[in-house]
């Protein structure tokens, strides 16, 4: 069966399918320059930390490799280009390391191949293409790790290599990813093993990137599973016997706190209260040793509407606009309006969930504990 893939691209050519017309339709959308890169991010066309990360890599490659008429003079000129359209690019979304990661690297790789002997503009542009399209392939390669990792922390924790029932929350898989994906990766991975019994995802109000993609996925992937909604967690944590919580992860700090979609902090009270094991699964790129702890992760506020209407406005016709500004079609036939008016709307994207609640961090690199004194050390992911 093929897989679902959220990005598909060759040299000079990236097309993402629309995640705003998922589960009803499958389109594919052509992003051709950073712009549209920017905006379909920001928009959520495309989400989930890896697949932002790579979306923007790669619509800045697509933008060099066709842009044959304007390219820079000097190769000094192509290195201040790449950088100031990476900057742009990190400001599509706050919370998620790994645009910011991913551009760092760009950023340190184009700069130091000014270093090298006889540089030309065209080496500079042809050096960033190339990396941007490792970190593709890269990302799939950690995704099937991850899957490996904690399939098998998860059977040893629990000491069952069969009947393993989990709980997971928002969209962690290959819609998320380059493909295979990390928590949803490792669902993957205890079915192949047949250790799986049953897999739940939340619906995750309020973008309902559980109901509306994970589900999809879950279907498409014929592995055993039911939807429930947010609020029913508790009660089937009590009632089912389940034996791990798996999440992803848009940033996990120095200290193992991690930023992950709203609601994954209430479900790593409730696991830790019904004595379920929970899991952060998620790339290397993803953690962030410069930040200490979760008090310094910037979380992300999305707008009141996405509260307020149930699946949310949909953006169509919508033109790439130099200010960034989206615009949304709130009178498209999915937004259903479900709340009075005049009412006030918190609508976090992300929540910390505290290291205290976690008990395994999976990366590529194998699965990070705490050690005796109770402490995740993060730097210990980045050895293989
Ligand atoms: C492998 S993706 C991990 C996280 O990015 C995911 O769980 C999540 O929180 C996505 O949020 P989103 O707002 O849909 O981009």
Redesign the pocket.
Known sequence: MATLLAIKYARGSLEILDQLLLPHQSVYIPVNDVLTGWQAIRS?QV??????AIVAALSLAVELNNAFDTAPATPQSAVELIHEKLDYLVTS?PT?VNLADAAGKLKALTQNVLAANEVTPDLVVKAYIEAAELMLLKDVEDNKAIGRHGAEWITNAVGKTSGIRVLT????GSL??ASY???LGIIRSLHANASLDHAYCTETRP?N?GSRLTAYELVYEQIPATLITDNMAAALMSQQGLAAVI????RVAANGDTA??IG?YQLAILAKFFGVKFVVA?PTT?VDLYTKNGEGIKIEQRPGWEVLVVSGPTVTNNPAKESGEVVVDVTDIRSVKQAANGIGVFNP??DVTPAALIDAIVTENGVVEKNADGIFAMEGAFKA
């Open positions: 959520m989400r989930g930390a890896p697949a932002i979304r998620a929350h928002c969209n962690t998320a990813t994906g990390t928590a973008y990137q999440v992803g992860a848009d992950n979609k994954t998620a993803s994207s992300f």
